[in-house]
Every structure is written in C-alpha cells, then in structure tokens.
C-alpha cells in the first residue's frame, strides 16, 4: 500500500516550455502533497505543500508564479515549471500524506528527472 | 530554510565494516525520521523515532534518537553492497512538513 506515482519519469525540453509534472496517490487519498527539488548530491529542498481544493503553500525563495501548483483531487497534484530555463533542470520529487495519526509519514513518488536545453 | 547536519558528509567503507551517521538538530525534537536513497531514485523511508532515547532495529540497522531528543544516528553493522546510498534524517515541521537533513552518503566496496 502507499504508492505514489510520478509521471513523467524523464522530460527534456527546451528553454522556455512549460512542463507539467504529475503526482498521483494510487491506493489512498492524499489530504497533503508536497513537491521538492534535489540538485545533483544536495538534499531534498521543500518547494510547496500543497492541500487538496486550496492553494499551495510555498517555502520562502520559491517563485510561485513559475511553479505552478494544482491539487484538484485527493489523489492528484501537479506542478508545472513555467518558461523552464537549464537552471530549472533538477529532480522534482512529490510525496503524499494522509491525515491521521500522529507522526504522519510522506510517501514519495518515484521523482521527475528535468533536463532544460 | 532550516539546515540539519549530518555527519560525515560521505564515507566509504570496505563490505563488512560498520557504518554510522549522525544528525544534530539545535532544538528538541518531537520525532525524528530516517530515509534512505538510491543512487538514481528516491528517498524511501525507514524508520521514525518519537521516544526520547528511543533505540531500534532493523536487521543489521540500528537507530537511536537521543535523551535530550536533539540528535539521532543511524548504525549499520557488516555494511553490504546493498546497502550503497545515501542516508537522509527529517525533521518534522508545522503542518506535516519535513526538512532533509544534509545526507551521508555510504559507498561500499568489496
């Protein structure tokens, strides 16, 4: 149980496309989705949390208008990387968690490789 | 944000040796968690901690959360090529977040 889906695994695209990556809980519902980005050997940095129907949360220094983020349903985030530069190239990586229980645990999708040319 | 340290940044070992990690936090914790990563993949999560001076196993991992609740390690004992990764601490948040710690990073060889 608690398998989190990511899609596209892999994306190259070329500077200034957006790309929109998807995040999908497969076997539970998801009250929070939180998306992260990791640059080679550095440690997962916190974009944006975000809650299913409202808008997303983002840590200090994230741009919200070109990480746009979409919670439309409890099993279903997405971000999209607006007017993508090679600075953006990274690995976005989300997680899931459900409400109840205390400590609640992130369950995290297999991570979206991002290549900008 | 937050930075939480981990100790030693990388560490290669021969197959058999010990391995630990350790991860210091300023302030008191209400638990602590352990994630590990695969060269290429993603973090999987192995273990939380709540319990000051909590210790637990996982076959040939040890994790310990400290009695002042601000530091925890993680020991592997004979180390394994399987055990090849890099080992991340989180620290919880307000509203269910986590923050990573730095990350060490095991490589063993034979």
């Known amino acids: 149980g608690a398998v989190v889906s990511q899609h596209p695994s892999w994306v190259i695209c070329k500077s200034g496309t957006s790309v929109k990556i998807e995040c999908r809980s497969l076997d539970f519902q998801a009250t929070t989705m939180f998306w992260y980005r990791q640059f080679p050997k550095q440690s997962l940095m916190l974009m944006a949390t975000s809650n299913e129907g409202s808008k997303a949360t983002y840590e200090q220094g994230v741009e919200k208008d070109k990480f746009l983020i979409n919670h439309a349903s409890l099993t279903l985030s997405t971000l999209t990387v607006t007017s993508a530069h090679p600075e953006d190239s990274s690995f976005y990586i989300c997680?899931?968690?459900?409400?109840?229980?205390?400590?609640?645990?992130?369950?995290f999708g297999p991570g979206t490789r991002l290549t900008v040319l | 944000g937050q930075q939480v340290m981990q100790i030693p940044q990388y560490q290669h070992v021969q197959e058999g040796e010990d391995f630990t990690t350790y991860c210091n936090s300023s302030?008191?914790?209400?638990?602590i968690q352990w994630y590990k990563q695969r060269p290429g993949g993603h973090p999987v999560f192995l273990i939380q901690?709540?319990?000051?001076?909590e210790v637990k196993k996982q076959k040939r991992l040890t994790f310990q959360f400290g009695e002042a609740k601000k530091n925890s390690s993680l020991h592997i004992t004979a180390t394994q090529t399987t055990d090849v990764g890099t080992y991340f601490c989180?620290?919880?948040?307000?509203?269910?977040?986590?923050?990573f710690g730095t990350g060490t990073q095991l490589k063993v060889e034979l």
């Open positions: 302030t008191t914790l209400s638990n």
């Open positions: 997680s899931a968690s459900t409400s109840g229980g205390f400590p609640d645990t992130q369950y």
């Open positions: 901690l709540v319990k000051s001076g």
């Open positions: 989180a620290l919880p948040g307000g509203g269910n977040k986590l923050t």
